[in-house]
T-cell receptor, first 114, second 113 residues
Framework: EDKVVQSPLSLVVHEGDTVTLNCSYE??????LLWYKQEKKAPTFLFML????IEKKSGRLSSILDKKELFSILNITATQTGDSAVYLCAVEAGRGSTLGRLYFGRGTQLTVWP | DGGITQSPKYLFRKEGQNVTLSCEQNLNHDAMYWYRQDPGQGLRLIYYSQIVNDFQKGDIAEGYSVSREKKESFPLTVTSAQKNPTAFYLC????????????FGPGTRLTVL
């Protein structure tokens, strides 16, 4: 069964809207939660979250982690057409020889219309 | 420029043939990973390697094989035993251990005819 669940799977908005993407997880030996943006090919790294309640921010993007409720959100304010992409959530979990491996959700396809 | 390269970008294969996908990195990373991505799916881990001459199976290793003879290189062979090999394959690398983001190559799109 899926260890990392993202919602919604697809989202269509207009430029200027604010969106919230969700990621819930259920893993043992949790280490961190990562967000990636995938436009056409290679996913590019956005954030790594390790502590609850501490917001990470980069321009119009921000993210926060709740380790008690096992979820994270990614917010994008004042969306632009260039934000159109698949946003992937990944959870790092494991120990010993499995340290560093990531479990990915299915992604949220965000489309921003002009 | 440091980064990860994958070749070829597109690959066509006939059923029953083995094919090898290349992945090279010059980031001096110890760990390397192979993922498969299908439409509407996230990334699924095929194999990973934390150090030269050692690798572990991921969640969908059946029908695939790898080698890690050099730190910079982690080739993936898709064998004829893989039932549904048509997919987008992504290679990644990272520093060894926890709390290190993975950096991805541009991917190889494999189509079986």
């Amino acid at each position: 069964e899926d260890k990392v669940v993202q919602s919604p799977l697809s989202l269509v908005v207009h430029e200027g809207d604010t969106v919230t993407l969700n990621c819930s997880y259920e893993v043992t030996n949790f280490r961190s939660l990562l967000w990636y943006k995938q436009e056409k090919k290679a996913p590019t790294f956005l954030f790594m979250l390790t502590s609850s309640g501490i917001e990470k921010k980069s321009g119009r993007l921000s993210s926060i982690l709740d380790k008690k409720e096992l979820f994270s959100i990614l917010n994008i304010t004042a969306t632009q057409t260039g934000d159109s992409a698949v946003y992937l959530c990944a959870v790092e979990a494991g120990r010993g020889s499995t340290l560093g491996r990531l479990y990915f959700g299915r992604g949220t396809q965000l489309t921003v219309w002009p | 420029d440091g980064g990860i390269t994958q070749s070829p970008k597109y690959l066509f294969r006939k059923e029953g043939q083995n094919v090898t996908l290349s992945c090279e990195q010059n980031l001096n990373h110890d760990a390397m990973y192979w993922y498969r991505q299908d439409p509407g799916q996230g990334l699924r881990l095929i194999y990973y390697s934390q150090i030269v001459n050692d690798f572990q199976k991921g969640d969908i290793a059946e029908g695939y094989s790898v080698s890690r003879e050099k730190k910079e290189s982690f080739p993936l062979t898709v064998t004829s035993a893989q039932k549904n090999p048509t997919a987008f394959y992504l290679c990644a690398s990272s520093r060894r251990g926890a709390y290190n983001e993975q950096f991805f190559g541009p991917g190889t799109r494999l189509t079986v005819l």
